[in-house]
């Protein structure tokens, strides 16, 4: 367990680089979810001093990204709407399900969340490059969306990795806008998160009010250097740090 001077620079330091990472690769929660265990809380309240901590990092990308935002404003009306009433959904789920629940699906979810990491790449290759032109699936592109928003509230874990690969499928036009799509919707589920963990779930908001700064700093420069940084490199080692939280979990 983390004391005096050693747990604030822990969280300074995660939530610079969750928050970049976020606006990159996405997954970034990954690094700050193990951190919080590391101090001894326990996985629910971890998850929900994650879920709360996120927040300011996605507004930070998405000022950073607000010129690809403005292209897509017709794009982010149903899919707004969708990721606000997905989370909280999956708040609720999180909130009423017995904990034992929670300690039987938390270590399959990051696993999931490594893996989906590790195949992005692979994913988007797939997929190919996105017809700017062509129609977005509205319907599969919302009801993708729903769906993700619901596994966002429940566990925040790579929520934007999800998002970003249900876009990616459904709606059309360039990665870069597509990105910034991904992180106004993360933002719009960690707002729904904020406003009901913060009445009635465990959140450390000691944790949080260390996180929030560096969190949201990290977000505004990796949306900054979203094309410089060494991407590939940094959702590796989110996958490798979550295979292992998911490993432990398990066994734990």
């Not at 929660?29 to 994650?50: E, I, Q, Y």
């Not at 990491?117 to 977005?136: E, F, H, S």
């Amino acid at each position: 367990m983390f004391t005096g001077w050693l747990e604030p620079t822990l969280f300074g330091f995660v939530g610079f680089f969750s928050g970049a990472i976020n606006a990159v690769a996405g997954g970034g929660s990954l690094l700050v979810f193990p951190a919080l265990l590391a101090t001894g809380m326990t996985p629910l309240v971890a998850n929900v001093t994650n879920s709360v901590a996120q927040g300011p990092g996605f507004v930070g990308a998405a000022v950073g990204q607000r010129s690809d935002l403005a292209s897509n404003r017709q794009r982010l009306v149903w899919t707004s709407i969708a990721a606000a009433v997905g989370s909280g959904i999956g708040c609720v789920l999180l909130l009423t399900l017995p904990g034992s629940v929670f300690d039987m699906v938390v270590p399959a979810l990051v696993g999931l969340s490594a893996v989906l990491m590790a195949l992005q790449g692979v994913i988007k290759r797939w997929l190919g490059n996105p017809d700017r032109d062509a129609p977005d699936h509205t319907v599969l592109l919302t009801a993708g969306i729903f769906l993700a928003s619901i596994y966002g509230g429940y566990f925040g874990g790579a929520r934007s990795v999800i998002l970003i690969v249900i876009l990616a499928l459904a709606a059309n036009g360039p990665l870069r806008e597509l990105n910034a799509v991904k992180s106004w919707l993360s933002l719009v589920g960690s707002a729904v998160t904020l406003a009901v963990y913060a009445l009635v779930a465990p959140v450390d908001w000691g944790a949080v009010l260390l996180l929030v700064p560096t969190t949201l700093l990290g977000g505004y420069v990796g949306s900054k250097l979203a094309q410089r940084l060494p991407a590939a490199a940094l959702r590796y080692l989110v996958v490798l740090i979550a295979a292992t939280v998911a490993i432990y979990m398990a066994v734990d």
